[in-house]
């Protein structure tokens, strides 16, 4: 989800606003996705790279999905959405600990989409976690050196529950992954467009779609007729 700063400043307002705009998208493509029947849903929140930024954007980031996560809820119950974060936990607050608690429990019954948070989350601090844990495995002889393979990493990894990603979409017109999902992308196809994030509307998500259905996986293979 990228773009919420540039679409404020063309607006000539504060990039806090191009956030809460932000949120308004999230809230359209959760819709679109769930009505075109995609399972999982998952969206850059907050990377670990983001800390750096001024403190006052920070804390209106972290503030507004704490108020979010309030005024959302009983839509996404209603909607049969499970919401989940996936990221490094430790190094965020009480306050927004207890809300990631709160939309996790409250949503556990939902069936009919996957939404997941990714929240102060880095691609290789993941693996760097699940390489030091399988170490820790090995050291304690509860693991070998020669049962490790891509299913046991994929299996160590904050995702181990999801599938891999079929699709990544990136809006704003950058056209790099920024730490998102490195292990898990080896085989997504990759969307890019020039879209600001709260522009991103239904048809943008359709024309992502379309875009994918045209793609050929062949996963290394050669095509299949
Ligand atoms: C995405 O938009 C915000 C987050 C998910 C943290 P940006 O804030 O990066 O917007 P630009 O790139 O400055 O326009
Ligand atoms: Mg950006």
């Not at 999982?40 to 670990?48: G, K, V």
Request: with cysteine; charged share 30%; proline share 4%.
């Amino acid at each position: 989800m990228d773009g919420n700063g540039r679409w404020a400043q063309q607006r000539g307002l504060e990039r806090p606003e191009g956030h809460i705009a932000g949120v308004e998208a999230v809230r359209r493509a959760l819709k679109a996705a769930a009505a075109e029947g995609v399972e999982y849903l998952t969206l850059y929140t907050f990377s670990t790279e983001n800390w750096g930024r001024p403190k006052a954007e920070v804390d209106g980031i972290m503030e507004l999905f704490c108020k979010s996560v309030v005024a959302e809820t009983p839509e996404l119950k209603a909607q049969g959405v499970r919401a989940k974060i996936m990221g490094d936990r430790s190094a965020l607050s009480e306050k927004v600990n207890h809300y990631i608690d709160r939309i996790e429990s409250e949503t556990a019954e939902g069936d009919r989409i996957t939404l997941i948070f990714a929240m102060n989350y880095s691609s290789r601090h993941e693996i760097t976690e699940s390489f030091k844990d399988m170490a820790r495995r090995i050291a304690e002889g509860q693991l070998s050196p020669e049962e490790i393979d891509a299913e046991t990493i994929s299996r160590n990894l904050y995702s181990s529950d999801y599938p891999d990603p079929d699709l990544i979409i990136r809006t704003g017109g950058e056209y790099r992954l920024s730490n998102f999902l490195l292990w898990q992308a080896a085989y997504s196809e990759l969307y890019f467009t020039p879209t600001l994030w709260p522009d991103f509307d239904k048809d943008s998500f359709r024309e992502a779609l379309d875009s994918y259905a045209r793609r050929q996986r062949r996963y290394g293979l050669v095509e299949t007729k």
